[in-house]
Antibody
C-alpha cells in the first residue's frame, strides 16, 4: 500500500524559509516521478512542483519559481520542498503526490504570518 | 497556461439521483484529464485517469468521458458518501492545472 507522510510545516514569518519532507513507502520510490500540490484555506488545488524519478527534470508553478526548490533522495525514499522568501499567499496545506497513480499524503500545513 | 473551467460551482441533489459534472479546457488536452474527489478534511482521491479510466478501487457508479476540451464526470445513484468537492486536472502540458472544483451536496 502506498504511504506518503509529509512533515516540516509550521508557522513562519514573511521572508522566512521552511523545508518540507515527504516520506514514501509501499512502492519503488526511485522509479516514480513526484509532485507537490498545495491548497490554501477554503480554496482549490494548486500544483506547485514536479520532479522526475532520477531528478533529471524539475518543473515549477510561476508563483513559486525562483523561491522553491524540489529535490529527492531515492536512497532515503524521501521527497523535499525547500521554500524560501515565503509570502502570506504561500499559506496552505502542502501535499506530496505520486505522478503514477496520483496517491496523496495527508498534507502538512504551512502558515506564513507575522 | 491551460485553464480548466468546471460547472456548475455547486450541485444539490437527492440520494439515488444521477449527476453530471462538466470540465472545459481552454485548449485541447486530448485525453490527458483526470478527476478527483475531495471529502472534507481529507486529501484528494483519484477517481478517473486519461479522461475515462476508473482508478483502482473506484466504484462503477463513477464514469467519465470526453476528449479535447469538453469532459464530463457522471455519478449515478448518488449516496450520502458522495458529498465532496470534485476537481478536474489536466496533465497535457506544464504547468499542470486544476479546475476550481464543483461542490456536490446531498439534500
Amino acid at each position: 500500500e502506498v504511504q506518503l507522510v509529509e512533515s516540516g510545516g509550521g508557522l513562519v514569518k514573511p521572508g522566512g524559509s521552511l523545508r518540507l519532507s515527504c516520506a514514501a513507502s509501499g512502492f519503488i520510490f526511485s522509479r516514480i516521478s513526484m509532485n507537490w500540490v498545495r491548497q490554501a484555506p477554503g480554496k482549490g488545488l494548486e500544483w506547485v512542483s514536479s520532479i522526475t524519478n532520477s531528478s533529471g527534470y524539475t518543473s515549477y508553478a510561476d508563483s513559486v519559481k525562483g523561491r522553491f526548490t524540489i529535490s529527492r533522495d531515492n536512497a532515503k525514499n524521501s521527497l523535499y520542498l525547500q521554500m524560501n522568501s515565503l509570502r502570506a499567499e504561500d499559506t496552505a496545506v502542502y501535499y506530496c503526490a505520486t505522478a503514477k497513480g496520483w496517491e496523496w499524503g495527508q498534507g502538512t500545513t504551512v502558515t506564513v504570518s507575522s | 497556461e491551460i485553464v480548466l473551467t468546471q460547472s456548475p460551482a455547486t450541485l444539490s441533489l437527492y440520494p439515488g439521483e444521477r449527476v453530471t459534472l462538466s470540465c472545459r479546457a481552454s485548449q485541447s488536452v486530448g485525453t490527458s484529464l483526470a478527476w478527483y474527489q475531495q471529502k472534507p478534511g481529507q486529501p484528494p482521491r483519484l477517481l478517473i485517469n486519461d479522461a475515462s479510466d476508473r482508478a483502482t478501487g473506484i466504484s462503477a457508479r463513477f464514469s467519465a468521458s470526453g476528449f479535447g476540451t469538453d469532459f464530463t464526470l457522471t455519478v449515478s445513484r448518488l449516496e450520502p458518501g458522495d458529498v465532496a468537492v470534485y476537481y478536474c486536472q489536466q496533465r497535457y502540458d506544464w504547468p499542470l492545472t486544476f479546475g476550481q472544483g464543483t461542490r456536490l451536496e446531498i439534500k
